[in-house]
């Protein structure tokens, strides 16, 4: 069974700076998708970036990129000049049916 | 993207009873999943619903507790039965949509609470 690890229960940014999110999974599969979400207090679940693991080139959405290290099954996400908007809970997910971390709390400084 | 309309967004509910939780799209979607975020917790996934056939439930999901009706392309409820406090959670729908469905979306999600 694939497992998904976030080790970073929180974390703090100062706004307009740069922050990364560590995600690590386990997987037999060659070819799978790996996602970021985010989830303010609203509750609803915002697709961020996707990564698709037989492209080797890492996606990027504006201010958000991913490292995505294959054969070390690493996914971090970066989030450059962040916006007090940012703030959320981060969840890193493997699959199409899902298996999430536990998340990431950031804070964005004013 | 797709839109999803869940229902109820919020209910409080006495222990021993039933709700029904459902889940609507704007478009005919293949797969449709049901998820349980317990407080301060991630997602787990509770069990994934196609069309005509029996939903797939996750280890430590159980038909008789979380029973799941799809009948149609467009709509999938969850129940969640006999409650207690411990079903306390947030129950969130996704489906997949996308090119070669590869993106998932999520309604807004119900907050379930039991006393």
């Known amino acids: 069974a694939q497992t998904v690890t976030q080790s970073q229960p929180e974390m703090s940014v100062q706004e307009a700076e740069t922050v990364t999110l560590s995600c690590t999974y386990d997987?037999?599969?060659?070819?799978?998708?790996l996602f970021w979400y985010k989830q303010p207090p609203s509750r609803q679940m915002i697709l961020v970036i996707r990564?698709?693991?037989?492209?080797?080139q890492n996606a990027t959405e504006n201010r958000f990129s991913v490292n995505f290290q294959k054969a070390a099954k690493s996914f971090s996400l970066k989030i450059s000049d962040s916006q007090l908007g940012d703030a959320a809970m981060y969840f890193c997910?493997?699959?199409?049916?899902?298996?999430f971390g536990a998340g990431t709390r950031l804070t964005v400084k004013p | 993207s797709a839109v999803i309309s869940q229902k109820p967004s919020r209910d409080i509910c006495q222990r021993g009873t039933s709700l029904t939780i459902q889940c609507q799209v704007d478009?005919?979607?293949?797969?449709m999943f049901w998820y349980r975020q317990q407080p301060g917790q991630s997602l787990t996934l509770i069990a994934t619903a196609n069309q005509g056939s029996e939903a797939t439930y996750e280890s430590g999901f159980v038909i008789d507790k979380f029973p799941i009706s799809r009948p149609n392309l467009t709509f999938s409820t969850l129940t969640v039965s006999n409650m207690s406090p411990e079903d306390s959670s947030i129950y969130l729908c996704?489906?997949?949509?996308?090119?070669?469905?590869?993106?998932?979306?999520f309604g807004q999600g119900t907050r379930l609470t039991v006393v």
């Open positions: 997987t037999s599969e060659s070819d799978y998708y």
């Open positions: 996704s489906v997949e949509r996308g090119e070669l469905n590869t993106e998932a979306f």
């Open positions: 997910a493997y699959g199409l049916n899902m298996r």
């Open positions: 990564q698709e693991a037989y492209k080797q």
């Open positions: 478009s005919q979607v293949t797969m």
